[in-house]
């Protein structure tokens, strides 16, 4: 799937998964919160260094329907 998001837009690319899925929900408009579990240390570390790549936020209605469609087959 990290595949499949930087192909639905290219802002959301990343090494890794978890990355690309939360570039995904910070830069969509209209997205205020996103939970994330995280049980140690380092699972914070981690998500606070996907906040230092800025990714701008915007309507992302398009990224998403690719994103969908892949899902899908189409």
Sequence with gaps: WKDALSEADSDWASDRLS????KALQSTAGVSSVLVGMRQSLYVEDVMSVWD???PVQDRVESW???Q?????R
């Excluded at 990355?19 to 939360?22: D, Y």
């Excluded at 469609?69 to 087959?73: L, V």
């Design 69 to 73: 469609e892949r899902r899908e087959g």
């Design 19 to 22: 990355h690309s899925s939360l």
């Design 53 to 55: 790549d800025y990714v």
């Design 65 to 67: 329907s690719r994103l």
